[in-house]
């Protein structure tokens, strides 16, 4: 009988970032831009006999195919 194994992770993100332009004739005001990014991860593995192991992990969005990981695992 397989084994599940499920796992899910957030990695969040505080990002801060002040830029401002000054020439000789005119100074211009100050861009702040104050952001927050949540990354979360998703994973499911499967464990079917001692040897053999199947994880299917994804990193970013669960709609996409292109962010899912699929490994498959023998151990000699």
């Given amino acids: 009988m397989p084994t599940l194994i499920m796992r899910a992770g957030l990695n969040p993100k505080l990002l801060y970032e002040r ?44 709609a996409y195919l292109r962010d899912w990981i699929v490994q498959i695992k023998y151990r000699f």
């Fill in 19 to 62: 830029s401002g332009l000054r020439t000789e004739w005119r100074t211009f005001p100050d861009i702040i831009n104050k952001r927050i990014d949540l990354n979360y991860s998703f994973g499911l593995g499967f464990n079917f006999n001692r040897k053999l192991f199947l994880d299917i992990y994804n990193s970013w969005n669960l």
